[in-house]
């Protein structure tokens, strides 16, 4: 496949970007005005060959990454609109940003204090979260970007740019120390931003070493990307695709299970001759292909476009894997699905696939004490109820215990449900409050002693 070169918009790019021009004056200045609250970043191949420019505005990949009017309120909205309309400087608009970003919860389910480890110091071991027993996530700094931002992300707060080589060595080495002091850690998930956003030397460094014996614990290795469909070329034509595909090809050989954890929001972004060139490249060392990604207004809540997803995601050798809930943060307003039409998508979606097509698990919330899916609807002793179950617990003895929520057809996160039956708490609920003040109080410790 023809070489071709990344090339990428952000929000000084704007007026650069030609098929914009179609677009109304007062379209593209609130575009302007929202992404510079929330990131915006696209790249050339979503432009020419995901977005299907003439249904503009409402085609599902414009809505997955050019800013939209709704993702701000009204009041953050105008308060940015005003001060570009009166001309206020750079440093006043950025000001003004900064402040509207704190409102939106930037660092849902306690990311910050609950999932970081510490040293025996005290210190706290930036870019590592170990929430669940068995699987550690890293975060690279240099995967601390994507090739284009998708505008519901999550992880939004945290898209920083490139560090130092020198940053990289030492995060090596701390990842290595932590693994293998920690012989309960099977899976490691690489992820971001994106760590296919790094160079393949800068991964290898990384991720070779976890091929020495000393790691024989660390069965499985995740990556997670949305490389594949934001720009598949990555494992095509980039100057180190071939080192990053033989990489691959080596840990598997070592036998590792190496998985990469693809995120997809729509079946178009499967159909390109790149993206599918890609896969089979992937498949072809060994690596596993796991789909996932958030039911999200605007983009995908629809049950025809996750059953036509699914489908072609098995006819591509990709294992459909988790069907997210949107997360409590950012625009999430413009986005979010309540629970009980979530259930719907998703039962009606998995009604029209076949029995490969149904490993999807959800609607699954990440919250703070666990991921908690959505079973179904039901009415039970005469109460209409939410029917849940961890599918992972900050205690693994809470996994696959079900419990009841009262039905609530706004809802739309673990947080708006109340138990059902007339109990006063969930089953979790003190322990869980338990473990959160424990670490909390590490947490606090950590910054007496840092400071
Ligand atoms: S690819 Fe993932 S991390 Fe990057 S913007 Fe999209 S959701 Fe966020």
């Known amino acids: 496949m023809a070489h071709r070169p990344f090339s990428v918009f952000t929000q000084r790019d704007l007026d650069r970007i030609e098929p914009l021009s179609r677009l109304t004056p007062a379209q593209r200045f609130e575009m302007k005005v929202v992404s510079t609250v929330l990131p915006f970043r696209v790249n050339q191949y979503v432009i020419d060959e995901l977005i299907d420019w003439s ?45 509207i970003r704190l409102e939106l919860n930037p660092h849902p389910a306690d990311q910050m204090e609950m999932n970081m ?100 614990h660390i069965q499985t290795i995740r990556i997670g990307t949305k490389a594949l469909s934001f720009w598949p070329h990555r494992f095509l034509g980039a100057d180190d695709a071939d080192d990053l595909i033989r990489l691959l090809e080596r840990m598997v050989k070592a036998g590792k299970h190496v998985a990469l954890m693809a995120h997809y929001n729509h079946w ?20 596993v292909i796991r789909a996932q990604g958030p039911l999200i207004a605007h983009i995908n809540d629809d049950p025809a476009v996750w059953a036509r997803m699914w489908q072609t995601q098995v006819s591509l050798g990709i294992v459909p894997y988790y069907f997210f809930v949107e997360r409590d943060t950012g625009a999430r307003n413009y986005f979010e699905v309540p629970l009980a039409r979530a259930w719907q998508i998703y039962r009606e979606a998995m009604q029209q696939v076949s029995g490969l097509a149904r490993t999807a698990r959800g609607p699954s919330m990440s919250a703070s004490p666990g991921k908690v899916e959505v079973q179904g609807v039901a009415e039970i002793a005469g109460e209409k109820v939410f029917v849940l179950r961890f599918i992972q617990g900050r205690n693994p003895d809470w996994v696959q215990r079900p419990f009841f929520a009262r039905y609530d057809e706004q809802a739309t996160w673990l947080h708006h449900l109340k138990p059902a039956f007339g109990e006063e708490k969930w089953f979790w609920e003190d322990e869980y409050a338990a473990l959160r003040e424990a670490k909390l109080a590490i947490a606090d410790e950590g910054v007496s002693l840092a400071a």
């Open 55 to 99: 249904q503009v505005p409402d085609d599902p990949i414009f809505q997955l990454t050019f800013p939209q009017r709704g993702m701000l309120t009204d009041a953050h909205f105008d308060r940015i609109a005003a001060l570009y309309q009166a001309g206020a400087d750079k440093a006043e608009i950025e000001a003004a940003a900064h402040d």
């Open 117 to 216: 480890p510490r040293d025996a110091a005290g210190n706290r071991l930036e870019g590592i979260q170990h929430k669940y027993r068995e699987t550690v996530l890293f975060f690279p700094s240099q995967g601390q970007t994507c090739h284009s931002y998708c505008t519901f992300c999550f992880r939004w707060a945290q898209f920083v740019g490139d560090k130092a080589l020198r940053i990289a060595a030492s995060e090596a080495r701390m990842l290595h120390d932590y693994l293998r002091h920690h012989d309960e850690v099977t899976d490691l998930l690489f992820t971001g931003g994106d760590p296919m956003v790094m160079k393949t030397k800068h991964l290898q460094g990384y991720l070779e070493p976890l091929l020495a014996a000393d790691f024989d």
């Open 268 to 287: 178009r972004e499967l159909e390109t001759p790149a993206a599918r060139a890609a896969i089979q490249r992937i498949r072809a060392t060994g690596a």
